[in-house]
């Protein structure tokens, strides 16, 4: 039997001596036990509802298979914690329901059990855990050596982690929120975009919306600037049909940084997979931050816009065997993480210190829990997986039919959203472009390196870039896929932004506090003759034409395009090619950016190409191209042309060019639309040239053509809003040095 002193152990007593706090010179009044009634084993987490004999509580399940006892921690709003043990354990989890606990109620646990870190068991009950299914999470995580379940700073550093932390954690970690869910999303309508018809649209919630002049400025920063009308507006004036946040699940800020006065910005760094980061909340972190986001998600929906989250479940906050016991750590560190054969040390697939141990049934569990969670209660439509190919991993290598994957494609709503694979990781074999299975898209890094290459004219040949424009058919033409397993992207948030791209040979991240070694050194990119920036307006206007080449290119290509928030603005990083730890105006937009009228033009070039885009099905086709005539007149879905108006030869592709003309034919688009009607589109001749000088283009006759209207030319600062120049088929034209022209078929 356990005394109810205790179960009310203040802070600062993390034995439970029972000893109270003085205050005053006076004892606190203290306040009756709560009951603890057994309760339910399923769901995991701490669920508001009503319990036996209608007594309105919350039912907490906490799944640590090999511990010894489970303490249910609460806390008033005085910081006063009471300690509840949770006696029924069914099927290793531990449960019971609390009549009298309702939403807001914070709270943690503390679990008991052996310490040997020899043999990877870690439990501390001085440390407060982080339920790994709190829906909401109130205050924010430093790192103090009281979080630790070492010494930290034990003098022997070599075996620091060995030796058990007694100090007590609770007033140094943050705590769970107990939510009510009543939210069943019946007024809410998902745009469900098809994959070929989508253009992704990566941004930071922070970071788009905090420098906004016409969002609120206190709720700039959060989700309900994010849903602001200001914020919508632009992204349905530029025609995206997605947005892909930056991790939103809780994460924590690490030690390193915080030492350097520095922060997390990126937030690829989770510790509560079922709670939204907190921080980005306008309206209160005691629960309010779930509706907020669930408002947030609607009002996108509202204007056609799909959420995507940017998801981090291959890793979490707690980092190796000397980082903090904040949650899972605690609670089962060896069912939780991957341990190499010396179980003191953490398989490490990820560069971050841990691994989560995916194959054990209780990890894919929650993982899956978390995924549907915000599908079903939340509202989003799918998740890109940061380094998926961790998850992938049977017991070591990278399995295509690992539980992970399996699970996923079986599970009735998973299946349904949108999947997007990272698909590699640091450990052996990890890099998997192209090995994912049917149902998942992919980020193909092969397409912005050769994007990169082509327009700064460091390719040998034009094979590879006649593959990435065409839809990486060498990657994804297998197992039923289609050219939207692709997502085709330029740019992403780690790197530099697109107009980095155009201005610096060389990262410049000297205000990381890393002496710039961190981030790569493989850019691929070309400053146009001046590094960085500069008032030399020949440099200034070459970088201009860049950029719109860049974007047209990517806006062109079969596949699914992403763009980056703020590259179709001219957004710096002042060549910081990893700005993670930069939450200031480095990573956030510059929305005054819209008042230059020459990035206002690469503003008006994008949301033009995305219409143009959504307007012509023949620049997001459903199915590969065939290359082979489909009637006599032997026109074909695809054609290659050089710059004599020859189509290409073998030996074409394999020779030095700068210039490549690409034929898309309207005529041959495979599939029906949805009344069963022929899908008819125009033909279009997009000629790429990447040369320093101009060339002559000689435009391919019948078949192809008759004549050609000028849609887009990239060496024009404006573009017109409609053809104004219209070329007999057999002419030659003149293509100016690193341009495309998009011609149509007339």
């Given amino acids: 039997m356990t005394s109810a002193a205790e179960q009310r152990a203040p802070a600062g007593d993390p034995a439970g001596s029972g000893q ?47 511990a010894e006892a489970v303490r249910l921690c609460l806390f008033d709003e005085g910081g006063r914690e009471t300690r509840l043990p949770l006696t029924e ?31 990877g068991a870690r439990w501390n009950p001085a440390k407060l855990l982080l339920d790994p299914y709190a829906r909401a999470v109130d205050g924010e995580f430093g790192l103090p050596p009281q979080v630790y379940g070492h010494v930290r700073d034990w003098p022997e550093q070599q075996v620091a982690d060995t030796v058990r932390d007694e100090r007590d954690s609770a007033p140094y970690v943050p705590k769970g929120v107990v939510v009510h869910d009543d939210d069943d999303w019946s007024d809410d309508h998902r745009p469900k975009t098809p994959w070929a018809d989508s253009v992704i649209y990566e941004l930071h919630v922070r970071g788009f919306t905090r420098l906004h002049p016409d969002i609120p400025e206190e709720l700039r920063g959060t989700y309900a600037g994010l849903a602001h009308p200001a914020a919508v507006g632009h992204l349905v004036r530029l025609g995206v049909t997605a947005v892909e946040l930056l991790p939103v699940h809780q994460f924590a800020h690490e030690d390193h940084l915080l030492r350097r006065g520095l922060r ?19 309206s209160g972190t005691t629960g309010a931050q779930v509706g907020e986001f669930k408002r947030m998600v609607r009002a996108l929906h509202a204007a056609g816009i799909e959420v995507i989250l940017d998801v981090v479940y291959n890793h979490t906050a707690e980092a190796g065997e000397l980082g903090p016991t904040l949650s899972l750590k605690g609670i089962d560190n060896r069912g939780y993480y991957r341990l190499q054969d010396d179980a003191r040390r953490y398989a490490d697939y990820t560069g971050c210190g841990n691994t989560l141990h995916v194959v054990q049934p209780q990890v894919l569990r929650l993982i899956t829990d978390s995924l549907r969670y915000w599908v079903t209660e939340m509202g989003v439509d799918g998740f890109r997986f940061d380094l998926a190919a961790a998850l992938a991993r049977s017991m070591h290598d990278v399995d295509m039919l690992s539980p992970f994957l399996a699970v996923i494609a079986q599970d009735p709503v998973l299946r349904r959203v949108k999947l997007i694979a990272e698909p590699w990781d640091i450990g052996s074999g ?79 991240n000297e205000a990381n506090g890393e002496d710039n070694r961190d981030g790569t050194d493989d850019n691929r990119s070309w400053n146009c003759g001046t590094e960085g920036a500069t008032d030399d307006e020949r440099v200034a206007t070459l970088r201009r034409r860049q950029l719109r080449n860049l974007l047209t290119t990517l806006l062109l290509s079969t596949g699914v395009p992403m763009l980056v928030a703020g590259d179709e603005l001219g957004r710096t990083q002042r060549g910081n090619n990893n700005a993670y730890c930069q939450d200031n105006d480095m990573s956030w937009l510059d929305w005054s950016l819209l008042e230059d009228p020459g990035w206002r033009a690469l503003y008006d070039l994008t949301s033009r ?37 020859a189509e290409m030869t073998e030996g074409d592709w394999y020779a030095p060019a700068a210039t490549l003309g690409m034929y898309l034919s309207g005529r041959d688009i495979p599939g029906r639309d949805e009344r069963g009607a022929p899908v008819v589109d125009d033909s279009f001749l997009a000629v790429l040239h990447a040369g320093d000088r101009p060339t002559g283009f000689l435009l391919p006759g019948p078949p192809w053509a008759e004549r050609y209207e000028v849609v887009v030319d990239t060496s024009r600062e404006e573009q017109a809003e409609a053809p104004d120049t219209v070329h007999p088929a057999g002419a030659e034209i003149t293509v100016p040095a690193r341009a495309v022209l998009l011609l149509r078929v007339a």
Avoid: C
């Fill in 264 to 282: 997390n910005y990126w937030g690829y760094n989770s510790i509560g997979y079922f709670a939204p980061h907190a921080a980005y909340a306008a």
């Fill in 609 to 645: 190409l995305i219409a143009l885009r959504h307007r012509h099905p023949v620049l997001r086709r459903r199915a590969f191209f065939s290359g082979r005539a489909q009637t006599a007149d032997g026109l074909r879905d695809l054609a290659w042309f050089t710059a004599r108006g």
């Fill in 430 to 508: 990890g890099y998997q472009v192209g090995a994912f299975p049917p149902l998942w898209t992919e980020w193909n890094d092969r397409y912005r390196d050769a994007v990169r290459d082509f327009w700064r004219h460091a390719l040998p040949d034009v094979r590879e870039m006649g593959y990435r424009l065409s839809g990486s058919s060498d990657l994804y033409a297998w197992g039923g896929r289609r050219p939207y397993a692709s997502v085709n992207f330029v740019t992403a948030h780690d790197g530099f932004t697109l107009r980095d791209l155009v201005s610096y040979e060389t990262k410049h």
């Fill in 20 to 66: 109270p706090a003085a205050v005053s010179g006076t004892r606190r009044a203290v306040p009756p036990v709560p009951a603890v009634w057994p309760g339910a084993p399923t769901p995991l987490g701490a669920r508001f509802r009503v319990g036996p004999d209608g007594a309105a509580g919350t039912n907490f399940a906490l799944w640590a298979a090999g």
């Fill in 89 to 119: 354990l069914t099927h290793e989890i531990w449960h019971g329901f609390v009549p009298g606990v309702l939403p807001g109620q914070r709270y943690g646990y503390r679990v008991d059990g052996r310490w040997d870190p020899w043999t």
